[in-house]
């Protein structure tokens, strides 16, 4: 199980909000309500086994061991009295919570819950999600089809049963703490009846209808989600840790700004407005059920430079897979992989899992992709390279292996030129743009054929990139890379060059890749047989194992 927690000020004690997903779907759905819950306290969303892309059980699980996993979960973070949000089938996991562990528990709020007895069977539930998709957001409906799609069907259709046969109705009365149900207007799945049902049925409950939303109302809906949770929380203050809710609410809110502004201003020596640059950390951790002693630790870095924010999704070096692949005498490396046009952080996920074998790993979200904020403007490679080397610094990273992939080899180049005390080996993989080439209509082709060739998930990955990103940016970023020189630019860098490419990538060419490793001042280039563009998420082991002996062979 992944868990996100993020912490807008770690010294002071906050309230909680936990925020569990629903069948098929993962954390990121909560971004948006995330983001507006941060003001008012700490948040923690989690990715349940099986879904968003943690490895699936061998057997089914009901929704009492999903319970047992969360309350797992918010004993190993020392958590009690948290308000607890369920979206969908995660309103069964989280009522099941609060029934085992009250302690855990101090309200609990059910968005979209499921499943109505009136739609019980599994032909009519699963009818119900697809019209539902026709009145959702694009964005969502690409957000849903991507996390089905790495859920699988096989889990989906194991855990269905699961959910259709969990008595909400008749469950919610044993929950002993404050109860917010929560529904859009327009939700043909969670209905009205149905939810004042279980608002009745709960022992202090209430039923609040968000206007004009469908059944994902946490995201078009987030700002007023979040309004009635505060609001539930303000009637009746709950404790956690000893500390008022409600009180904390807004003491927290005004102090937390206060704070902000001050350490901003000092730590950058500007005027108030002018250009700051912040920093944030929050932790993730990962479990396997049944699967080895202790979470994996994550973190997640972000840095803001006027309007151009940076992250960096941390991988920890795993040393217990690293006892059996690497010499201990060996120091470990640091891996810092960026992404190209128009994608994120998720497709270096499978690389970055290989890697964390051999040292730490950084998956770099560059400005306006991913989860990060759109820039006014589009801002020079050597200016995003400079960001990423901030973030780096504020990381306490050095000497790392940076491999950049399709157009994010040039920032990557960028960075190892203006940065060589921070850059000690360069991996370039499907090098862009082949100067012969370096034309909107050629690049767009040769991105369509390829687009033929990669795996299925990845193409569903893509899209949703690609529309987060959205069509302005996407423009903007595409002509920066178009009038990039790397053929002159890749020559100044003094460190070993790795040019890597799949022997199927149509955009990075065979000769193209071999001329760049023939140019750089120390290069070499290899291929991976059978891999298309995106070689590191195909064959993922294949161009670990390519990396990690070309490291060998060039010590720093």
Request: overall charge neutral; some cysteine.
């Amino acid at each position: 199980m992944h868990l996100s927690r993020r912490s807008a000020n770690p010294g002071r004690v906050r309230p909680l909000f936990v925020m569990v997903h629903g069948m098929g779907m993962s954390h990121r759905y909560y971004d948006k309500l995330q983001r507006d819950l941060l003001q008012h306290g700490d948040t923690l969303i989690v990715d349940l086994p099986g879904f968003g892309g943690t490895p699936r059980p061998e057997h089914q699980m009901s929704v009492g061991d999903y319970a047992a996993v969360l309350s797992r979960i918010l004993d190993e973070e020392d958590a009690g009295g948290c308000v607890v949000i369920g979206h969908s089938m995660g309103a069964q996991f989280v009522t099941e919570l609060a029934i085992d562990r009250p302690d855990l528990v101090s309200r609990l709020a059910l968005i979209g819950p499921v499943t109505d007895i009136k739609h019980r069977s599994p032909v009519k539930h699963t009818l119900m999600l697809a019209v539902d998709t026709l009145i959702e957001r694009p964005l969502t409906t690409v957000m849903v089809g991507t996390a089905y799609a790495e859920c699988g069907p096989r889990w989906y259709l194991q855990e269905l049963p699961v959910m259709l046969r969990y008595r909400l109705d008749e469950r919610i009365s044993l929950v002993s703490c404050p109860v917010i149900v929560m529904r859009g207007t327009r939700d043909i799945i969670s209905g009205h009846d149905w939810c004042e049902r279980i608002s009745s049925n709960a022992g202090d409950g209430q039923l609040v209808e968000i206007p004009g939303q469908p059944h994902a109302a946490l995201r078009g809906g987030a700002a007023a989600v979040t309004a009635a949770l505060l609001t539930a929380a303000g009637q009746q203050a709950e404790t956690r840790s000893g500390t008022q809710v409600g009180a904390e609410v807004e003491k927290n809110r005004h102090q937390e700004a206060a704070d902000r502004e001050q350490h901003d201003e000092a730590a950058q020596g500007r005027a108030p407005g002018q250009g700051r640059s912040t920093a944030s950390t929050r932790s993730f951790r990962s479990f396997t059920p049944g699967v080895g002693s202790g979470p994996e630790v994550l973190e997640l870095r972000s840095i803001t430079l006027g309007d151009r924010q940076c992250r960096s999704y941390f991988i920890a070096y795993d040393k217990g897979v690293a006892c059996s692949t690497r010499d201990r005498s060996e120091p470990a490396a640091v891996f810092v992989l960026i992404h190209g046009i128009g994608m994120s952080h998720r497709y270096f996920r499978r690389l970055g899992a290989v890697l964390a074998a051999h040292g730490d790993v950084h998956l770099i979200d560059l400005p306006g992709y991913g989860w990060t904020r759109r820039p006014d403007h589009a801002a020079s490679n050597a200016a995003t390279a400079d960001l990423i080397g901030k973030l780096l610094d504020d990381a306490g990273a050095s000497s790392c292996v940076v491999i950049g992939h399709s157009m994010g080899v040039q920032s990557a180049t960028e960075l190892a030129i203006e940065r060589p005390d921070l850059v000690s080996h360069l991996i370039l993989i499907g090098a862009a743009v082949d100067v012969e080439h370096r034309t909107v209509r050629q690049q767009a082709l040769r991105l369509g054929v390829n687009s033929v060739l990669e795996k299925p998930l990845l193409s569903m990955v893509q899209s949703f990139d690609v529309l987060r990103c959205g069509p302005r940016w996407y423009l903007a970023q595409l002509k920066l890379a178009m009038s990039y020189p790397i053929e002159f630019r890749l020559p100044l860098a003094r460190q070993p060059v790795l040019v890597l490419r799949g022997s199927r990538d149509v955009v990075a060419g065979a000769a193209w890749s071999t001329r760049l490793a023939h140019i750089a001042h120390d290069g070499t280039a290899g291929t991976i047989n059978g891999a298309p563009h995106a070689a590191h998420h195909s064959a993922d082991r294949a161009v670990g194992k390519a990396i990690t002996a070309f490291l060998g062979q060039r010590p720093s």
